[in-house]
Every structure is written in structure tokens, then in C-alpha cells.
């Protein structure tokens, strides 16, 4: 069983920074692609970023330049660094795994979900 776990979220002032983690663990396959969505007040979640094992990278425009997504070497960890963040960045962030290694910002192509780290940026 594949399991996602966020990390790192918090309630901070515009401009700001954070780090949020995303922990893989179970059969995570050898190819592989994880993303992280944001979700706010309603039901759609918001494709912010995707990487698969290769390195291979897909930012939003919407966040483009101040979000920035990664790996570690094991690449059981998937990192989104926020900068700059602005009242319109809060949401719930969600992880997503994908086993074909297809970089995409479209929910429907992940299969697994975390239960996501929530994000608040108010003054």
C-alpha cells in the first residue's frame, strides 16, 4: 500500500517562504511521477507543480518563479519551496503519485493522494 504524508504547512504573513515535504513510503515503483495540489474552499484542486524520477519538471504559471518543486536523492521525498506567498496561495496542499512517470498538473492522471498540509497567508 502507497502512502503519501505532507508536511510543513503553517499560517504565515504575505511574502513569506515555506518548505513543504512530502514523505513516500510502500511500493512507490521504479518510474514514477509526483505532484502537489492546492485546494481551497471548494472542490477543485488546482495542479501547482509535477516531477517524475527522471527530473523532469512542470510548474503553474500561476506560481511560476516563486514555487519551486524537488526531490531528494532517494527520491522518496518530494519538496515544494514557496516564496514570495501571497493571500491567494491559501489552501490545502495535497501530494499526489503517479506510477508512469508522466509529468502533468491535471488531478486525473494521479492515483494515490496524501491528506495534505494546509497553507493560511493573511496578514
Known amino acids: 500500500q502507497l502512502q503519501l504524508r505532507e508536511s510543513g504547512g503553517g499560517s504565515v504573513p504575505p511574502g513569506s517562504s515555506l518548505r513543504l515535504s512530502c514523505a513516500l513510503s510502500?511500493?512507490?515503483?521504479?518510474?514514477?511521477?509526483m505532484a502537489w495540489f492546492r485546494q481551497g474552499t471548494g472542490n477543485h484542486r488546482e495542479g501547482v507543480a509535477s516531477?517524475?524520477?527522471?527530473?523532469?519538471?512542470e510548474v503553474a504559471t500561476s506560481v511560476e518563479g516563486r514555487f519551486t518543486i524537488s526531490q531528494d536523492d532517494s527520491k522518496l521525498t518530494t519538496y515544494l519551496d514557496m516564496n514570495n506567498l501571497k493571500p491567494d496561495d491559501t489552501g490545502t496542499y495535497i501530494c499526489?503519485?503517479?506510477?508512469?512517470?508522466?509529468?502533468?498538473?491535471?488531478?486525473?492522471?494521479?492515483?494515490?493522494w496524501g491528506q495534505g498540509t494546509q497553507v493560511t497567508v493573511s496578514s
Open positions: 499526489a503519485h503517479q506510477p508512469r512517470g508522466l509529468v502533468s498538473l491535471w488531478q486525473s492522471e494521479f492515483s494515490y
Open positions: 510502500g511500493n512507490a515503483y521504479n518510474v514514477y511521477s
Open positions: 516531477i517524475n524520477t527522471d527530473g523532469i519538471k
